[in-house]
């Protein structure tokens, strides 16, 4: 994607980063204010838990809303990480090389926030299934799907073809 005077402007490329960069911001955003609603559940904890012992819930569930929210909130901040390595290696690609070792690391280091992102929505799924079993009026529908699962048995794959075909590069640049 290289010309003669340096990168060349690939318009695609262009909305993929813009995207990723908004994506960043939102996740980053998302973050915060879900992390500060855990501390208002408690500046207003007589209001809340007022409210939760009205559907039927008992006081300590309180706590249970605070931990999916600090869940979910860190579960946003490793959405930004995944979108940045992704936005980095988007970058690569406009600058000509994205078969560098650091790619390699970046697609490693996006499967394994896949990983941690499904396990942490296992407990938050109990909590809201546990949540539902308090009142008719809560209902939950939070399955945890595999594909997580399988987007980073994809990235571990993908980290490996970088990595090798790196290698095969600069065994072949070593050679001519």
């Known amino acids: 994607m290289t010309s003669a005077g340096g990168p060349r402007l690939d318009p695609l490329l262009a909305l993929v980063k813009l995207i990723l960069a ?12 879900i992390a500060l609603a855990a501390p208002a559940l408690f500046l207003w904890r007589d209001k809340v838990t007022a409210q939760m012992a009205a559907q ?16 979910v909130s860190a579960m946003f901040v490793l959405g930004f990480y995944f979108v940045r390595h ?8 406009g600058e000509g090389d994205p078969f560098v070792p650091i790619n390699a690391r970046r697609l490693s280091a996006m499967a394994w926030i896949a990983v941690a992102v499904h396990v942490m929505a296992i407990p938050v799924s109990m909590i809201g299934e546990w949540a ?17 699962l399988f987007l980073a048995l994809v990235l571990f794959i993908l980290a490996r073809v970088f ?7 600069e065994e072949l640049e070593g050679t001519v």
């Open 22 to 33: 908004i994506s960043m911001a939102a996740f980053l955003a998302l973050a915060a204010v």
């Open 132 to 148: 539902e079993t308090l009142s008719p009026r809560i209902h939950w529908e939070g399955d945890i799907p595999l594909a997580g």
């Open 56 to 71: 039927g819930a008992p006081p300590e569930a309180i706590w249970a809303i605070v931990a999916v929210l600090l869940l």
């Open 86 to 93: 992704l936005y980095r290696i988007v970058a690569s690609v």
């Open 163 to 169: 990595r090798e075909g790196t290698r095969l590069r």
